[in-house]
């Protein structure tokens, strides 16, 4: 998975298309990730010995990660991964870094 927390995306598919957000969770096990704002559920919470009031919640559910699409400088666009051996106190290092498909720009 491409994609990691922090990121800026946009929903491509589903009732939410269109929407952009910040990637909250990610959860590799099931490619599945939380979207600021975006897959809004409803949820109705029962009030707890004084300490939390109950009523209804509205919170982010799971989004499917085929259906966000990374944003770079305001347009969606892919990612593919570089990969690098440098010379580090004479040891072989192999770096990963994420790059934009469609100028190269390396992002970490």
């Known amino acids: 998975m491409k994609i990691k927390k922090g990121d800026t ?4 598919a589903g009732k939410d298309k269109g929407k952009e957000g910040k990637i909250l969770v990610v959860d590799r096990k099931t490619d599945r990730v939380i979207v600021e704002g975006v897959n809004m559920a409803t949820k109705h919470v029962k009030p707890r010995g004084g300490v939390q009031q109950g009523g209804i919640v509205h919170q982010e559910a799971p989004i499917h990660v085929s259906n966000v699409m990374y944003l770079h400088e305001g347009k969606p666009t892919r990612l593919g991964i570089k990969s690098e051996v ?18 190269g720009d390396v992002i970490d």
Do not use: L, P
């Not at 995306?9 to 491509?12: A, D, G, L, T």
């Not at 004479?90 to 469609?102: L, N, P």
């Open 86 to 103: 440098k010379v580090v106190d004479g040891k072989e290092v192999t770096v990963r870094s994420r790059f934009v498909k469609s100028t």
């Open 9 to 12: 995306v946009r929903v491509i």
